[in-house]
């Protein structure tokens, strides 16, 4: 299995691809970023890519599993990805 792109591969191929310096790739992803984190709350889309969204977990009984006593999960607030159509049927080819 291939590795994963870093943050610096990711801004040279940007870069490249556009025409503009690696500082400037650079920050257009952390502008991205932050960007991202600060609209997750409303749900945050990256059109082709995939959508971030808050989610709310229901309380719910749990077991230990080292050993199997019944424990209660509180309830919570969690972030998801959501891909998109388009993403999945570019990586996977369609059906």
């Known amino acids: ?15 490249e691809a556009n025409g503009i310096s690696k500082k ?11 960007l991202a984190y600060k609209h997750a709350k409303n749900s945050f889309t990256l059109p082709g890519i995939g959508k971030l969204v808050l989610v ?15 424990i209660q999960i509180p309830a919570k607030k ?13 990586i996977l080819g369609k059906k």
């Open 1 to 15: 299995m291939a590795k994963a792109l870093s943050k610096s591969q990711i801004a040279a191929e940007v870069a």
């Open 24 to 34: 400037q790739a650079v920050a257009i992803l952390e502008q991205l970023a932050s």
């Open 56 to 70: 709310n977990r229901k309380a719910r009984t749990g077991r230990n599993p080292a050993t199997g006593e019944t």
């Open 78 to 90: 969690v972030v998801k990805f959501r891909v998109a159509k388009a993403a999945k049927d570019a």
